[in-house]
């Protein structure tokens, strides 16, 4: 029986808010349209999971901006010094706070069901912060931010710690993400149920998607709804 769900939050919850990054850059005397960004986050997407199953820990947060600067066609030159001073700056100016349609109604309707709700994020240390400027503090039973904790996506020992606030066993979570590497096989290795959300096509070559009664996908949060129904 399904008893509480997690969110992962970039790319799940709320996305690269790229207007932001583009004036951001701007301050730099960089100037890139927010639509080169946009198309070039797939590609960095795909260098992010390549990260993960490479074994590079710490939140490579700097590599998915150098990937993304440099598809949306930075100088090259300037891309590890502007990288760089992204990074410096997210704690206090966080990108990632474009929110994507209808989820966080999800997360409410979950919440008036009587479920609690966490976000297990592989973080900067300040998504906590984030999600009061965003209005949704109320709307979380736990937040496991990976830079707050010292674990991240996809050990297990992040998902305990999230279950163990939640009051429930692993098994009876479902955790939502976009990660195939940190979400979804974290999830089930963790031994919960996974939902891998809007990241179907950046599952890496040679790997199955497996959709079971331990795993599902979908791109909307009307999908979402569907596959949570079936184990509730």
């Known amino acids: 029986m399904l008893r509480a769900v997690t969110f992962d939050f970039g790319q799940t919850l709320a996305e690269l808010d790229t207007a932001m990054l583009a004036a951001r850059l701007a301050e730099r005397g960089v100037g890139v349209d927010a639509a080169a960004l ?48 992204l990074f410096t700056e997210q ?17 409410r309707e979950l ?20 999600i009061a400027e965003m209005g949704w503090t109320a709307d979380f039973d736990a937040v496991a931010d990976s830079g707050a904790l010292g674990m ?13 606030r939640l009051g429930v066993g692993l098994h009876e979570i479902a955790h939502v993400g976009d990660s195939w590497s940190a979400d979804y096989v974290g999830a089930r290795n963790a ?6 959300f809007r990241g179907a096509d950046l599952v890496p070559a040679g790997e199955a998607l497996v959709r079971d009664d331990r795993g599902a996908t979908c791109d909307t949060p009307a999908g979402l709804r569907a596959a949570l129904a079936e184990w509730m």
């Open 38 to 85: 946009d198309a070039a986050r797939p590609v960095m997407w795909r260098r992010y999971n390549a990260a993960i199953r490479e074994g590079l820990g710490g939140h490579p947060w700097v590599l998915l901006m150098a990937t993304l600067l440099g598809e949306a066609g930075v100088a090259t030159e300037r891309v590890p010094e502007l990288a760089g001073w």
């Open 91 to 107: 704690p206090a100016r966080n990108l990632w706070r474009r929110p994507i349609d209808g989820m966080i109604d999800v997360v």
């Open 111 to 130: 919440r008036a069901k009587g479920l609690p709700v966490g976000v297990v994020s592989n973080s900067e240390g300040g998504l906590a912060t984030l």
């Open 152 to 164: 991240e996506k996809p050990a297990p020992e992040i998902f305990a710690w999230t279950a163990a």
């Open 191 to 196: 031994g919960m149920r996974a939902v891998l």
